[in-house]
């Protein structure tokens, strides 16, 4: 049965490029002030006319908190059968500069056998996976042995929390006994990758403050406190001289046992330039999925176009923590706020804004779930499956484990490191639409729990 599905999906492939091209045309980004809010109402209805075409009757438009919809069906198995819900996002990433684009960001072009378009990969080409795995069991006349829900988010690049709040009011909505999130993807193009594990997250803004006002720096400088010297100071102590990240009572020393990320391969996907070394004193794999990791968002002060010969009396930073499993988002907060106090120097006034938090998620891998998408994926690909984390954060999975405690979770998708996603000329392997298709066709067609 798996080389006849190959074959199908193999005939689908200019149905799904159709598809995202329709798609990526779209501009849904769920910001009524950098998009027209019609755009991802249109991207809703396509993905809810969609889905209907292959079975879900009752699917509907539902408008969250945040304003944004969700759309949600349900497909009904046989009797007694196992529920398997399916997750994707329709909104995307502004697109940023489009002079960085090398082809417009709205139109999908094909360039070296890659299609680049916002939101190629993250995440509508995992809209496209999902419908090119049912149409091909359509089209080979099989029936998926399971339930099917689909859940398409709409708002999620935004973080607004809309579809969390659905989830706690209808959770019935939501219900299942296998959940597959495609929103993440493999180590690398034709490797199949589960993630198991993502980073949470704290974030603060801290103010520092020296003086009423500006003042001269040939005047009073050596001797008035300047606010951007101290907050860099500040700033410092927060990673040592390896590029550890050194928040006083969170632990930094973590490791990872599962697939690693070679330091090479890391280079080459980052875009580290020439000569200059990575941080941290562990692998690659520790530093971004496994360790705390703070990165410096952004920073108040003078420009340097325009900046005066004057001491600054106000600076500020927007700092973003990352932690990971075991680690209480909150705690590791106000660890963070607790240092960033003890560390002031000169004892100038500083306040500390907390942020949103994110808890760091964990899949459980021994479920009869795991067993079956993981032969799915190897059949599908033709290699065996790896394990690996995420830097980034998906509250949806929490929220989902919370509610549903005897749900597995997996993690996957077409999106590997080539694809760029949020940064200009973002890019999907169609390979990787094929093969993910064909493994969901099989597991879908086979799951029993």
């Known amino acids: 049965m ?175 006994d296998m959940i597959l999130i495609g929103d993440t993807g493999n180590t690398e ?46 700033l410092s102590t927060l990673h040592d001289e390896y590029g550890n990240t050194t928040v006083d009572g969170l632990t930094n020393d973590q490791r990872w046992d599962g697939v690693e990320y070679g330091e090479d391969r890391f280079r080459a996907d980052a875009g580290v330039l020439d000569g200059v070394g990575l941080s941290g004193s562990g692998s690659v794999a520790e530093q971004v999925w496994a360790r705390p990791a703070l990165t410096i968002l952004g920073i108040d002060c003078p420009p340097v176009v325009g900046s005066a010969a004057a001491i600054a009396p106000r600076a500020s930073a927007r700092l973003n923590l990352r932690v990971p499993p075991g680690t209480d ?15 002031a120097p000169w004892n100038v006034r500083v306040s500390v804004e907390p942020e949103s938090t994110g808890k760091p998620f964990s899949a459980s891998t021994g479920g009869p779930g795991y067993k079956q998408l993981r032969a799915a994926l190897s059949g599908a690909y033709g290699a065996e499956v790896r394990f690996a984390g995420q830097g980034g954060s998906i509250p949806l999975c929490n929220a989902l484990a919370e509610q549903f405690p005897d749900a597995e979770i997996a993690l996957i998708g077409v999106e590997e490191p080539l694809c760029r996603i949020h940064a200009p000329n973002e890019s999907v392997d169609p390979s990787e639409i094929e093969n993910l298709a064909l493994a969901e066709a099989l597991f879908l067609s086979r799951f029993s729990s």
Request: with cysteine.
């Open 2 to 176: 798996t080389e006849h599905l190959r074959a199908v999906v193999s005939t689908l492939m200019p149905r799904a490029r159709e598809d995202l091209t329709t798609l990526v045309a779209l501009r849904s980004v769920a910001d009524a002030r950098q998009f027209p809010p019609e755009e991802c109402a249109s991207a809703a209805q396509w993905v809810l006319e969609a889905f209907r075409e292959q079975g879900f009757a009752d699917v509907e438009s539902i408008e969250t908190s945040d304003g944004s919809a969700a759309v949600i069906g349900f497909r009904p198995g046989p009797a007694d059968a196992p529920t398997v819900l399916l997750y994707c996002h329709y909104d995307v990433q502004p697109p940023g500069s489009e002079e960085l684009w090398e082809s417009p960001p709205f139109t999908l072009t094909e360039r070296a056998g890659r299609w680049y378009g916002r939101g190629a990969s993250d995440c509508k080409g995992n809209v496209v996976m999902h419908l090119t795995a049912l149409r091909a069991l359509a089209a080979a006349g099989l029936e998926p042995t399971v339930g099917v829900r689909i859940v398409a988010e709409g708002s999620e690049e935004m973080g607004t929390g809309g579809l969390e709040d659905l989830l706690r009011d209808r959770p019935e909505l939501f219900a299942a």
């Open 329 to 343: 988002p909150v705690v590791a907060q106000d660890l963070l706020i607790g240092h960033l106090l003890a560390a």
């Open 189 to 234: 193009v034709g490797a199949p990758t589960i993630t198991t594990t993502l980073r949470g997250m704290a974030n603060v803004v801290v103010h520092v403050s020296t003086l009423e006002g500006e003042v001269h720096s040939g005047a009073y400088g050596g001797a008035a406190p300047d606010a951007v010297t101290a907050l860099v100071q500040m």
